[in-house]
């Protein structure tokens, strides 16, 4: 029986159906040899390159990125985008109509809907000042045994902030269940990823995603760090063939050239300080939130109106003033497209 740092066991929290099951097992995982025929999967023999069904182990690419990282493969899961994680983590841990889980608002608006589809209750607790968890409003559900995930986003969200180091350690110290750190925008602050402290945290699960500073929205690749405990639990229900083999080997590439990669990010975050700077000279802007992410959280009078504004010059942005009142959240672009978006700003 697996003993969680904050005294739970993880074999309780796992729902009694996903402990039972028996995964689907396909011919293939359970070869190990070099074949020479693969007449197994009722595969198409023709084709070029995609007519085999993808690595279901995704063994190269864990292998690759687990040597980036410093982790264990083991400690790795893939998902679908980071959504797909966030929804396997509800199917293996909530029981629909009992159990529950806890965000902090404003925040990623995907946790709420992933839970309604999962029909767990969502309890959100509006954040404290800096956008910092409230951990006293949080205080009689974080020990409750109801509370089986509760979701932190660190840069969040649209806020753009980090959470601070002290406040993580003291959630993933006194709450129950898992703690599922979302670290989309972790290129985006170097040094603040909670990565290296996998080991000291068995409640942990770190959530990234290709999608941001990798630039690969399109190619649909999420990542779940946990002991391989979690991992083990996850891959019981994940589907076998969930990441395609376009993605796989796309990533590999791209793993194999990080170096352009992280490049980019640091040439973004460069961009994010010139616009930051730009926009605060603007009268039109009454604040631009700090930001370790690839957007800005920028306040105006009238958001409604600078929306509209903006989209009349072809300009999209997130009028995100319903979570955080007065704010539109506005992507970091090239500085072509920064200009363009200063330049509309300006004549608002
Ligand atoms: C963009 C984003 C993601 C990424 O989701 P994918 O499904 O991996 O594309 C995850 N979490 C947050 C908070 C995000 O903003």
Same mark, same amino acid.
């Given at each position: 029986?697996?003993?969680?740092?904050?005294?739970?066991?993880?074999?309780?929290?796992?729902?009694?159906?996903?402990?039972?099951?028996?995964?689907?097992?396909?011919?293939?995982?359970?070869?190990?040899?070099?074949?020479?025929?693969?007449?197994?999967?009722?595969?198409?023999?023709?084709?070029?390159?995609?007519?085999?069904?993808?690595?279901?182990?995704?063994?190269?690419?864990?292998?690759?990125?687990?040597?980036?990282?410093?982790?264990?493969?083991?400690?790795?899961?893939?998902?679908?985008?980071?959504?797909?994680?966030?929804?396997?983590?509800?199917?293996?841990?909530?029981?629909?109509?009992?159990?529950?889980?806890?965000?902090?608002?404003?925040?990623?608006?995907?946790?709420?809907?992933?839970?309604?589809?999962?029909?767990?209750?969502?309890?959100?607790?509006?954040?404290?000042?800096?956008?910092?968890?409230?951990?006293?409003?949080?205080?009689?559900?974080?020990?409750?045994?109801?509370?089986?995930?509760?979701?932190?986003?660190?840069?969040?969200?649209?806020?753009?902030?980090?959470?601070?180091?002290?406040?993580?350690?003291?959630?993933?110290?006194?709450?129950?269940?898992?703690?599922?750190?979302?670290?989309?925008?972790?290129?985006?602050?170097?040094?603040?990823?909670?990565?290296?402290?996998?080991?000291?945290?068995?409640?942990? &699960?770190?959530?990234?995603?290709?999608?941001?500073?990798?630039?690969? #929205?399109?190619? +649909? %690749?999420? !990542? /779940?760090?946990?002991?391989?405990?979690?991992?083990?639990?996850?891959?019981?229900?994940?589907?076998?063939?969930?990441?395609?083999?376009?993605?796989?080997?796309?990533?590999?590439?791209?793993?194999?050239?990080?170096?352009?990669?992280?490049?980019?990010?640091?040439?973004?975050?460069?961009?994010?300080?010139?616009?930051?700077?730009?926009?605060?000279?603007?009268?039109?802007?009454?604040?631009?939130?700090?930001?370790?992410?690839?957007?800005?959280?920028?306040?105006?009078?009238?958001?409604?109106?600078?929306?509209?504004?903006?989209?009349?010059?072809?300009?999209?942005?997130?009028?995100?003033?319903?979570? &955080?009142?007065?704010?539109?959240?506005?992507?970091?672009?090239?500085? #072509?497209?920064? +200009? %363009?978006? !200063? /330049?509309?700003?300006?004549?608002?």
């Amino acid at each position: 029986m697996k003993t969680l740092n904050n005294g739970h066991s993880l074999e309780n929290l796992v729902r009694r159906n996903v402990r039972e099951l028996a995964p689907y097992s396909s011919a293939r995982q359970e070869y190990t040899g070099e074949a020479s025929l693969w007449l197994d999967a009722n595969e198409n023999p023709y084709g070029g390159g995609v007519n085999r069904y993808p690595d279901p182990l995704q063994k190269e690419l864990r292998e690759e990125l687990a040597q980036l990282r410093g982790v264990a493969p083991e400690s790795i899961l893939l998902g679908n985008g980071s959504d797909e994680i966030l929804d396997l983590l509800f199917r293996a841990f909530c029981r629909p109509g009992t159990d529950r889980v806890l965000y902090f608002t404003p925040t990623y608006g995907m946790y709420r809907v992933i839970a309604g589809i999962n029909d767990v209750e969502a309890v959100a607790v509006p954040s404290g000042a800096g956008f910092q968890p409230d951990l006293s409003a949080a205080a009689s559900l974080l020990g409750d045994s109801s509370l089986k995930l509760t979701l932190l986003c660190s840069p969040n969200n649209p806020t753009g902030n980090c959470i601070s180091r002290p406040l993580l350690d003291e959630i993933l110290c006194t709450a129950a269940g898992l703690v599922v750190l979302d670290e989309a925008y972790i290129d985006f602050a170097p040094g603040a990823s909670m990565l290296p402290e996998l080991a000291r945290y068995p409640n942990l &699960v770190v959530v990234q995603t290709f999608s941001k500073g990798w630039g690969l #929205a399109g190619a +649909r %690749l999420g !990542v /779940a760090y946990a002991s391989p405990a979690i991992v083990g639990i996850l891959n019981r229900i994940r589907f076998p063939y969930n990441i395609n083999t376009l993605t796989q080997n796309l990533v590999r590439e791209k793993l194999r050239n990080s170096g352009e990669v992280f490049a980019r990010v640091e040439q973004l975050i460069e961009e994010r300080r010139v616009l930051v700077r730009s926009l605060e000279q603007l009268p039109q802007v009454l604040q631009v939130y700090p930001s370790d992410a690839n957007f800005l959280l920028v306040r105006f009078d009238c958001p409604g109106r600078a929306y509209q504004y903006l989209l009349e010059q072809g300009i999209v942005v997130r009028n995100v003033s319903g979570a &955080v009142a007065g704010c539109l959240r506005i992507t970091v672009g090239t500085p #072509a497209e920064n +200009r %363009l978006l !200063v /330049a509309a700003v300006a004549g608002l």
